[in-house]
Structures are given as structure tokens and as C-alpha cells.
């Protein structure tokens, strides 16, 4: 029943933000913008968005659909009517107290039951799962998906190195799942001839009136497809699709971060009967790199330098996602500066690049020769006699 209540409880006018008299156009541009703003790759590690972005898709996937709108609509006002009350709660007409009797055999029976929730959530032909089964083509078993519109998503990982991530790369991947029957070319049919359904005229639904009940159910004739396959081809039998593994190459955009999802669409399984496939939706997971980091857009490095880099100035040889460059580090720079060189971070989804952050850390060598060691002396004395004293005002200590 669960389930079942939760679709019910769907207000998908809302979730796209559009009333419920909204036209077809008004419909497709709410999601296109909704979906914009929300997608995975505009918005990586965002879990707030990617619900989002899901829950608009499913409503643009319904009341986008003018037949499935229709249904849906047709629930809602029954819903509102009072027609489907008890959820758990006051039932409605003749259903008191949520509904909940005992059978003949001594065993519970429960509103739940009429939507599927016994018996492995099977329901008999014109039961009440049917009808939201068949509403949103997620019935109990098969043959109670009535009219799927497309395949399944499918979704599947993959791990890059930091740099290919960054820059963005091209991966080969092998999926195993439906994909479209290559003797009919998907249409199920041995000569590729489909008719429409005379008993339910294209619809899927066989629809009844009983009381104040409106009920549908898949049509029996055509299993709830809306079309007819007289000749069914003997390699799918009829379904227009066979499992198989197929390899396809995937584009990673440059800039993905760990744990973003890059959505290919149509890559998922292919629908029944020539319909159109479901999407590929990848997460990508990145491993740490040895010398960079990110902070966004921008590259981050920490080299090593010496005292008198720093104390002197000097260039030092930087490495990036491509050619290292030449750094300049000016005289007196202290430890743990960060130089910014620009242009030479992450590709941005923009054209441009981020920066590149280096981060100047003094090497102090182990040991040192006599010669090294006496010229530090001598160094080290001078930098008194000068007058400079590194802890000068530091800690009250002077």
C-alpha cells in the first residue's frame, strides 16, 4: 500500500510549480527550467538538487504526457472527491475507520490488500492497484505496466585519475540490459506492421463505472500496450527488445568533481516496442592525486623551495594538468605564500579555466657539508649583526 499512497499523495503541479489548468507548453518550459537549474552536472554533490531534479522529472514524465495527465487528473478528483479515502485514516463512503475487516478464513483484511499489499502484492483483475499501477506503469507484476512510455534509467560508476577527471576524457563501458531486437528493429512485429487495439482504441485502459467507484485496468486484449502484434517476431516474441551486453563510449566533461552524476541520455534500456530508451546515469568516482588539489575551478600545489629562493627571489619550475610553467617568486617572499597564476587551473563548463594556487614551502636540508656549513655560519651572524630578529614582538617576548 505503501507505494501505492505515495503516489496518490504526488501533487506534481506543484513540484513544477505550475497550476493545474496549465498548458502543454506552459508545462514543458517549467521543466526546462526546473530541470536546468537542477541537473547533476550543474549542480555536483548537490543531493538537495538532484532530488529535485528527479522529482521534476517524474511530474514532467506524467502530467507532460496528455494521457497520462488525463489519468492522473481523473485520480486527483476522485482522491478530492472523497472516492479513495482511508489511507490509514477515516475511510470514505463505506469504507469507516480505514477500512479493516476480517475474512471468512479469520484472516486481517486491510485496505492495503486492495492495493496489492498480499499475496506478493498481486491484485485481481479491476482491483484498485491496477488503477494507480496503471497510472504511473509501476503495477505488481508482469503485464500490469500498462503503456510504459520509455526504458528504465540505468546507473552504473566509474573511477578516473585526478587529472582525467580535471580534464575531462572519453572511457569505454560495457552495460547488459534490454536493448532494441535487431531482426524487427524493435517494433516486435515479424514484418514491423503494429496495429492499434480495438478494444481499448490506443488507450491501454479498459475503463468501468461501479458506484462512485471510476476504475481502469490494463487492457486484457493488449496487455496494456494500446497496440496489437499479429505477427510477433520469434527472436523478442513480440516485445521489441532482448537482453544483451553492448559497449558504448562514454564523454566525461572536463571538471567533474568525486560523486557527481553525468546523465547520457537515451543510453539507458530501450523501451517496448520501438518506444524510446530510458537514460545512462554515470557517478564518477575520483582518486587522489599525489601533487594537486582542487578548490573548485582552481588548482592548488605546494612546492618545495629553499631559504634563499624565498629570501633572494628566484623562478621556479611549477607542474600543471599540462606543460609546468615558470613561477616567479619575488625577494622576501615569506613561507607559505600562495602565488596565483591565472588560467592555468581546472576547465570551467564556460570555455575558461580556473587558477593555479602555489603554495611556496621552505625545504630545510638534513645535513650540510663543511663548506655549507661554514657559509651558513657566517650567514647567520651577519643577519644578527644586521639587527633582524625573526621573534621580534612575537608572543611579549621583547
Known sequence: ?????????????????VSSTASSADIKKAYRKLARENHPDSNPGNKTAEEKFKRVAEAYDVIGDEQKRKEYDEMKSMINSGGFRGFGGTGGPGFPGGFRSTSTTGADFGFSDIFGGGAGGQTADGGLGDIFGSFFNRGGGPGR???????ADVETEITLDFREAA????????????APCTTCHGSGSRSGHVSTCDQC?????????????????????????GNMIEDPCPTCTGTGTVRRTRSITVRVPAGVVDGQKVRLAGQGEAGPNGKPAGDLFVTVHVRPDPVFT???DDLEVTVPVSFGELALGGTVAVPTLDNPVKVKI?????NGRTLRVKGR??????????DL??????????????????????????????????????????
Open 330 to 334: 619575488p625577494a622576501g617572499t615569506p
Open 357 to 398: 594556487l602555489v603554495t611556496v614551502e621552505v625545504a630545510v636540508p638534513s645535513s650540510l657539508d663543511a663548506t655549507a656549513t661554514s657559509a651558513l655560519r657566517a650567514y647567520a651572524q651577519a643577519e644578527k649583526d644586521s639587527g633582524f630578529d625573526p621573534r621580534a614582538g612575537w608572543a611579549g617576548l621583547n
Open 294 to 296: 582542487r578548490s573548485g
Open 1 to 17: 500500500m505503501a507505494m501505492q499512497q505515495e503516489w496518490a499523495n504526488k501533487d506534481y503541479y506543484g513540484d513544477l510549480g
Open 345 to 354: 587551473g581546472v576547465p570551467k563548463r564556460s570555455g575558461d579555466n580556473g
Open 201 to 225: 482504441s490506443g488507450s491501454g485502459f479498459i475503463r468501468e463505472n461501479s458506484g462512485s467507484f471510476g476504475m481502469a485496468r490494463p487492457c486484457p486484449k493488449c496487455g496494456g500496450t
Open 145 to 151: 505496466n500498462a503503456r510504459p512510455s520509455r526504458g
Open 167 to 178: 580534464k575531462g576524457t572519453t572511457i569505454p563501458l560495457e552495460l547488459t540490459g534490454d
